[in-house]
């Protein structure tokens, strides 16, 4: 198997790490040095949905990475199994805090959460970190950055690392994400934490799979809010000023103030709790265990409340009814019947001879017919 360590026989009793091998792929005949071994791809093994199950419920990380492959799939066979996989971990889901972070590009997303993430690991939590990227559905691109990577929270072992899955339009990305949070929960992970941009839709489709939502915010807000959209921070339970060390600090006290002031005039996000500003560094660790501390207080509370479970079940209600309209209308835009008389109402209307309404209506009509009978 290429690039995989193995200690010989020859190793003398009680020799350490440093008499292993370390076997690399073969040199092939396309790298033009001549006909040399050509090492076939080890045969990966197919798993059962029972190897999926076992080695999810096993906490087995390379298992629970193809797991979200399998749900990640566009293939329909791999939809079916998929879909029944979820079905049988869902007993052992529910267990983590889920909290869902966004931000401007820039803001310190990234750097917040490997901040977090390697504090809690060392409190032997298990996070999981996923991200939801818009434009990485639509460019291929990524606005959540090259530091994604998070290479210092990526080598803890009780850390989980899974990019935005990059195919397929919001609501598919939505499912997959949903889902993927679903299995990590299955797979012990008792914090998982969403990173996605505040622009565009994103933040409200995050909002609707988390507990706890947080705007990461920079210094100097003003009047115009950084072009954070006043509907953000209103889905927010906390706003974080970031980047509150060095020259900065002081700065950041008066954002964070700024923002309390805004808030006091906007609706909570959670019933029951007040959304108020915090400050922290995510580069020098400062005030990162009082974030997490407002994260752990409102848990608390919503759970002494009914509110936590209250909003999950609100959550997977919607996360129903938000599917059924996705698949509607998927099957309206394929259909290539109701393509073309709506081609045909649309040049009525345009032309003024069929009124607004009547033209809805005929469309409809055209809908039941193509779709229901
Ligand atoms: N001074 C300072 N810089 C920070 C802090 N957090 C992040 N940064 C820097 O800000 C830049 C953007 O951070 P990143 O985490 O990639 O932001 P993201 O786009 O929101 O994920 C990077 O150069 C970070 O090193 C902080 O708390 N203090
Ligand atoms: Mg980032």
């Known amino acids: 198997m290429p690039h995989e360590t193995y200690r010989p026989d020859w190793v003398p009793e009680g020799g350490g790490e440093g008499f292993s091998c370390r076997v690399m792929t073969g040199v092939t005949e396309k790298d033009g040095a001549g006909p040399l071994r050509k090492e076939a791809p080890p045969p990966r093994k197919n798993l059962t949905l029972d190897d999926y199950e076992a080695g999810i419920l096993n906490g087995d990380r ?79 691109g990524s606005i959540l950055g090259d530091k994604t990577r998070m290479e210092q929270l990526a080598r803890e072992t009780n850390a989980f690392i899974r990019p935005s899955p990059s195919s397929g339009t919001l609501g598919g990305v939505t499912r997959k994400s949903r889902e993927t949070l679903l299995l990590c929960e299955a797979a012990g992970y008792d914090v998982i934490l969403v990173e996605t941009v505040g622009v565009g839709q994103s933040e409200t489709t995050v909002r609707s799979m988390v507990d706890f939502f947080m705007v990461l915010v920079l210094t100097g ?4 809010l950084q072009g954070i959209k006043k509907g953000v921070i209103e889905l927010a339970d906390a706003i974080v000023v970031n980047k509150a060390d060095g020259d900065n600090k002081r700065r950041a006290m008066i954002t964070r103030a700024d923002y309390n002031q805004i808030l006091h005039y906007l609706r909570p996000a959670t019933e029951g709790w007040t959304t108020q500003a915090y400050t922290c560094s995510s580069l020098t660790g400062e005030d990162i265990d009082t974030i997490w501390d407002v994260v752990l207080r409102f848990r608390k509370k919503m759970e002494d409340s009914g509110f936590f479970q209250r ?25 290539p019947i109701i393509a073309q008389r709506r081609e045909d109402i649309r040049a009525l209307v345009e032309r003024g001879e069929t009124p607004p309404t009547k033209a809805a209506r005929m469309m409809i009509d055209v809908m039941e017919d193509a779709l229901f009978s």
């Open 311 to 335: 909003r999950r079940s609100d959550q997977a209600l919607q996360w129903v009814d938000t599917m059924v309209q996705e698949f509607l209308h998927h099957r309206i835009v394929q259909n």
């Open 221 to 224: 807000a003003g009047d115009d």
């Open 62 to 140: 390379m298992i629970l990475s193809r797991a979200i492959t399998l749900i990640e799939s566009n293939a329909p066979r791999h939809f079916d199994a998929a879909q029944e996989l979820v079905q049988r971990i869902l007993p052992h889901t529910g267990r983590a805090i889920r909290v869902g972070i966004t931000g401007v590009p820039g803001a310190g997303k990234s750097t917040f959460i490997e901040t977090l993430g390697c504090t809690l690991c060392r409190e032997d939590h298990k996070v999981a970190v996923l991200a939801v990227d818009p434009s990485s559905t639509v460019s291929g």
